[in-house]
């Protein structure tokens, strides 16, 4: 198991535009978790699923957010109507159960740059 | 869900052991004690957990005071590649996610 996978690592868009991120989690992780970071802060929760489910949405989550995770595998995060306040690094976590005993483990994230 | 307070920055030397404390004085009985840190470039990766007592694992200890306001992660031998921002989250049993401070930079001087 290579961990959590996110596609792309990098996006530039311009205004207005649409984007989709990927996440693929590790296998046998039945919770995934999407955070949001800016420059010099900490990451910020925006959604949690547990298998296809998803169980809480932040309000950070606008309704230009929406994120799915068919078949509770992959999962993806699209914005539309990109703004230049979007531009942030997007990570995506995973856990077994509630992460007690092993944690989350987090992928690299996908910057995103809206121009 | 409980506030942290942690130090902006810290430095240490290489070879040397690195005390990063963290205070949570508003923690809760229940909730556990979370250390992740965050390189360059990457997504936070965990680092130790506790509730109560003191836990080490091959990474770092983690000193939990005994009135579980403050707790200390501790590298005992820093290296380069220690460098990262440190995150302490205090979360409770069974939560599915995690308030993120700002946390600590560590760096490592040569």
């Known amino acids: 198991d290579t961990g959590v996978s996110q596609d792309p690592r990098h996006k530039i868009t311009k205004r207005g535009q649409n984007v989709t991120f990927r996440c693929d989690p590790i296998?046998?992780?039945?919770?995934l978790y999407w955070y949001r970071q800016t420059l010099g802060q900490g990451p910020e929760f925006l959604t949690y699923?547990?298998?296809?489910?998803?169980?809480?949405k932040s309000r950070l989550l606008s309704d230009r957010f929406s994120a799915e995770r068919p078949k509770g595998s992959f999962s993806t995060l699209e914005i539309q109507r990109t703004e230049q306040g979007d531009s942030a690094m997007y990570l995506c976590?995973?856990?077994?159960?509630?992460?007690?005993?092993?944690?989350?483990?987090f992928g690299s994230g996908t910057r995103l740059t809206v121009v | 869900d409980a506030k942290t307070t942690q130090p902006n920055s810290m430095e240490s030397n290489e070879e040397e052991p690195v005390h990063l404390p963290c205070n949570h004085s508003?923690?809760?009985?229940?909730?556990?004690i979370h250390w992740y840190r965050q390189l360059p470039s990457q997504g936070p990766e965990y680092v130790i957990h506790g509730l109560t007592s003191n836990v080490n694992n091959r990474m770092a200890s983690l000193a939990i005071a005994e009135d579980r306001k403050s707790s200390t992660l501790i590298l005992h031998r820093a290296t380069l590649r220690d460098a990262a921002v440190y995150y302490c989250i205090p979360s409770t049993s069974g939560t599915y996610k995690y308030i993120f401070g700002t946390g600590t930079r560590l760096k490592v001087l040569a």
């Open positions: 296998s046998e992780h039945n919770r």
């Open positions: 508003t923690i809760s009985g229940t909730d556990y």
């Open positions: 699923f547990q298998n296809e489910a998803q169980l809480e």
């Open positions: 976590a995973s856990s077994l159960g509630s992460g007690e005993h092993y944690g989350y483990t």
